[in-house]
């Protein structure tokens, strides 16, 4: 057991690097079907176009939403707006149409270049690969492997030669192929004619379940190629036989390492790439976003700096009314006050001129008719306080709180009338200055 562990290790070691490491480009499997892995990547292309249809589709309608509900606006905007600032509202809203137009024709374009994809991709499927193209390289190396099994009786070392010369005319550099030549002529025998002969068609066998179906695959195909002298090798056949059928196993697994690994990558590819387009996506969604936001900011600022220039000039026009009508206010009250000094000064003059006529010609028909117009209109004005006393008593005598009212009003009157005389004298002093 701890000899074939040794063996493994060599083998492992002294294959070249890019095998060890199951690159697309050294895959040793023919008979891997291609079209599952092709299905698949068309179906999660698919998946993915479909998605992106499905996103972008959204967007142009939340876009359409968007510019709809921008004209509802203008438009109850605009009703209710005069001629200026429905011109600075209709800028505003053509700047916003222009860029939600821009925006959904950006989106329209980029629907129909996915819909032009997916259409392609269901018509025409995947493009061929690296490693199907590598596949079939490997397929045309059959023939000349089958033509090197008839000349394996008579010149193994040529078969061996021939062989290696196959494998780096598709695997790589003479370095590479040494390394795997060092490998397989450690456990090659004296005579191994008919185990190399076998081995050219083990290769494009289907994998055996374990050790004696691979050996019974061997003999089989060295008597199809019709080698019936198997009992000529001896125990030497046998025992090379088995040691390559080991190394014929430990490639298998090399090679379903290689495809897990393979498939592994393709996985990661996808979800990588599904996981890029997604970021970039919400990147440029992210980005749009940002842009309408400061669009939206500048036209607010805009709007706002108009406004403000606007609230400034009417303040302005306000404070000049302001000014003008307390200057006509002012105006109007000097010359109301200039009127009244001149009807004094003229009052003054009349005064003076009575008072030097009384001293000159003292009348008693005058004063007798001074005396009666001062009675009769002692009389005037007693009866209109009656007649209004009167008006006013019948309603004020409905309650108590009237009554009594009307006792202090009475009161306050037969006051007045008593000092009638001091009343007259400080009027006349009032009118008539000393």
Same mark, same amino acid.
């Given at each position: 057991?701890?000899?074939?562990?040794?063996?493994?290790?060599?083998?492992?070691?002294?294959?070249?690097?890019?095998?060890?490491?199951?690159?697309?480009?050294?895959?040793?499997?023919?008979?891997?079907?291609?079209?599952?892995?092709?299905?698949?990547?068309?179906?999660?292309? @698919?998946?993915?176009?479909?998605?992106?249809?499905?996103?972008?589709?959204?967007?142009?309608?939340?876009?359409?939403?968007?510019?709809?509900?921008?004209?509802?606006?203008?438009?109850?905007?605009?009703?209710? @707006?005069?001629?200026?600032?429905?011109?600075?509202? $209709?800028?505003?809203?053509?700047?916003?149409?222009?860029?939600?137009?821009?925006?959904?024709?950006?989106?329209?374009?980029?629907?129909?270049?996915?819909?032009? $994809?997916?259409?392609?991709?269901?018509?025409?499927?995947?493009?061929?690969?690296?490693?199907?193209?590598?596949?079939?390289?490997?397929?045309?190396?059959?023939?000349?492997?089958?033509?090197?099994?008839?000349? @394996?009786?008579?010149?193994?070392?040529?078969?061996?030669?021939?062989?290696?010369?196959?494998?780096?005319?598709?695997?790589?550099?003479?370095?590479?192929?040494?390394?795997?030549?060092?490998?397989?002529?450690?456990?090659?025998?004296?005579?191994?004619?008919?185990?190399?002969?076998?081995?050219?068609?083990?290769?494009?066998?289907?994998?055996?379940?374990?050790?004696?179906?691979?050996?019974?695959?061997?003999?089989?195909?060295?008597?199809?190629?019709?080698?019936?002298?198997?009992?000529?090798?001896?125990?030497?056949?046998?025992?090379?036989?088995?040691?390559?059928?080991?190394?014929?196993?430990?490639?298998?697994?090399?090679?379903?390492?290689?495809?897990?690994?393979?498939?592994?990558?393709?996985?990661?590819?996808?979800?990588?790439?599904?996981?890029?387009?997604?970021?970039?996506?919400?990147?440029?969604?992210?980005?749009?976003?940002?842009?309408?936001?400061?669009?939206?900011?500048?036209?607010?600022?805009?709007?706002?700096?108009?406004?403000?220039?606007?609230? $400034?000039?009417?303040?302005?026009?306000?404070?000049?009314?302001?000014?003008?009508?307390?200057?006509?206010?002012?105006?109007?009250?000097?010359?109301?006050?200039?009127?009244?000094?001149?009807?004094?000064?003229?009052?003054?003059?009349?005064?003076?001129?009575?008072?030097?006529?009384?001293?000159?010609?003292?009348?008693?028909?005058?004063?007798?008719?001074?005396?009666?117009?001062?009675?009769?209109?002692?009389?005037?004005?007693?009866?209109?306080?009656?007649?209004?006393?009167? $008006?006013?008593?019948?309603?004020?005598?409905?309650?108590?709180?009237?009554?009594?009212?009307?006792?202090?009003?009475?009161?306050?009157?037969?006051?007045?009338?008593?000092?009638?005389?001091?009343?007259?004298?400080?009027?006349?002093?009032?009118?008539?200055?000393?």
């Amino acid at each position: 057991m701890r000899g074939m562990v040794e063996r493994h290790d060599m083998n492992t070691l002294s294959l070249p690097l890019n095998i060890r490491r199951g690159g697309s480009d050294t895959n040793l499997n023919f008979d891997v079907p291609d079209g599952i892995l092709d299905f698949h990547k068309v179906k999660l292309s @698919a998946d993915s176009l479909k998605q992106k249809i499905l996103k972008v589709t959204e967007q142009i309608r939340i876009e359409q939403t968007s510019r709809d509900g921008n004209v509802a606006e203008y438009l109850k905007l605009v009703n209710s @707006a005069d001629k200026q600032q429905a011109g600075r509202i $209709k800028q505003v809203f053509e700047k916003k149409n222009q860029k939600s137009a821009q925006s959904i024709a950006q989106l329209q374009k980029k629907l129909e270049q996915y819909h032009r $994809k997916l259409r392609e991709l269901e018509q025409n499927g995947t493009p061929r690969s690296s490693k199907d193209i590598a596949k079939d390289n490997l397929k045309d190396i059959q023939p000349s492997l089958k033509d090197a099994q008839a000349k @394996a009786r008579t010149a193994p070392h040529s078969l061996e030669s021939e062989f290696a010369n196959l494998i780096r005319n598709k695997f790589g550099s003479a370095d590479n192929i040494a390394h795997l030549r060092n490998s397989l002529e450690e456990f090659r025998p004296e005579a191994s004619a008919r185990a190399y002969g076998g081995s050219a068609t083990i290769v494009n066998k289907p994998k055996y379940g374990s050790d004696d179906e691979c050996s019974s695959g061997t003999s089989g195909s060295a008597d199809s190629n019709g080698n019936q002298s198997f009992g000529a090798g001896g125990a030497g056949t046998l025992d090379s036989q088995g040691k390559l059928t080991a190394i014929l196993e430990e490639l298998r697994e090399i090679k379903d390492t290689q495809a897990q690994l393979a498939e592994d990558i393709e996985a990661l590819k996808v979800q990588f790439k599904r996981e890029y387009g997604f970021i970039s996506q919400t990147l440029q969604e992210e980005t749009y976003r940002y842009e309408r936001l400061e669009d939206q900011l500048h036209d607010l600022t805009d709007l706002h700096q108009h406004e403000t220039a606007n609230l $400034k000039q009417e303040l302005a026009s306000i404070e000049e009314k302001v000014a003008y009508q307390a200057y006509e206010r002012s105006r109007d009250i000097q010359e109301a006050l200039e009127s009244c000094q001149t009807r004094i000064s003229k009052l003054e003059l009349h005064q003076q001129e009575q008072q030097a006529l009384q001293s000159d010609t003292v009348n008693a028909k005058v004063l007798l008719g001074k005396c009666i117009n001062v009675v009769l209109a002692f009389m005037t004005v007693i009866l209109v306080c009656v007649s209004t006393i009167a $008006k006013f008593i019948s309603p004020m005598m409905k309650s108590r709180f009237h009554i009594l009212g009307t006792f202090f009003a009475v009161t306050l009157l037969a006051i007045f009338c008593k000092n009638w005389d001091h009343i007259l004298c400080a009027i006349e002093r009032i009118i008539i200055p000393r």
